[in-house]
C-alpha cells in the first residue's frame, strides 16, 4: 500500500489558482497506479475531481471542475499533481489524493481507491 502526502492546499482568493502536489512514498513506483483526487466540504460526502491512468490519460469525475483544474503526474518523481484556476468559494474543502491499482483505467467510486493521502485544506474566499 502507498503512502501518500498532499500539500499546497491554503487561503485563495476567488479568481485565484493553487497548484496541489501528492507524493508517493520511495521505494514503490506509480507505474501500476491510477491515481485520483478527490474533495471533501464540510457536511458532504468525499467527490472525486479527476483521475489520470498510468498511460497518462485524463479524465474529469465531476462537471464543476471541467476546464478548470487539470491533473498530471511525474512518475519518476512519484508525484500527482492537480491544477486549479478560476477558484471558486465552492471549491473549499479537505482535498486528498489516492491511488487505485488497475493503472489503465480511470474510476469515480471511491472503494477502488486503496490508499489516500491525509489531505490538505483548501479555502476560497475574499
Known amino acids: 500500500q502507498l503512502q501518500l502526502v498532499e500539500s499546497g492546499g491554503g487561503l485563495v482568493q476567488p479568481g485565484g489558482s493553487l497548484r496541489l502536489s501528492c507524493v508517493a512514498s520511495s521505494g514503490i513506483t506509480l507505474d501500476y497506479y491510477a491515481m485520483g483526487w478527490f474533495r471533501q466540504a464540510p457536511g458532504k460526502e468525499r467527490e472525486a475531481i479527476s483521475c489520470?491512468?498510468?498511460?497518462?490519460?485524463?479524465?474529469d469525475l465531476s462537471d464543476s471542475v471541467k476546464g478548470r483544474f487539470t491533473i498530471s503526474r511525474d512518475n519518476d518523481k512519484k508525484m500527482v499533481f492537480l491544477q486549479m484556476n478560476s477558484l471558486k468559494p465552492e471549491d473549499t474543502a479537505v482535498y486528498y489524493c489516492?491511488?487505485?491499482?488497475?493503472?489503465?483505467?480511470?474510476?469515480?467510486?471511491?472503494?477502488?481507491?486503496?490508499?489516500w493521502g491525509q489531505g490538505t485544506q483548501v479555502t476560497v474566499s475574499s
Open positions: 489516492a491511488a487505485k491499482r488497475g493503472g489503465y483505467y480511470c474510476a469515480a467510486y471511491i472503494p477502488e481507491y486503496e490508499s
Open positions: 489520470i491512468t498510468n498511460s497518462d490519460s485524463t479524465i
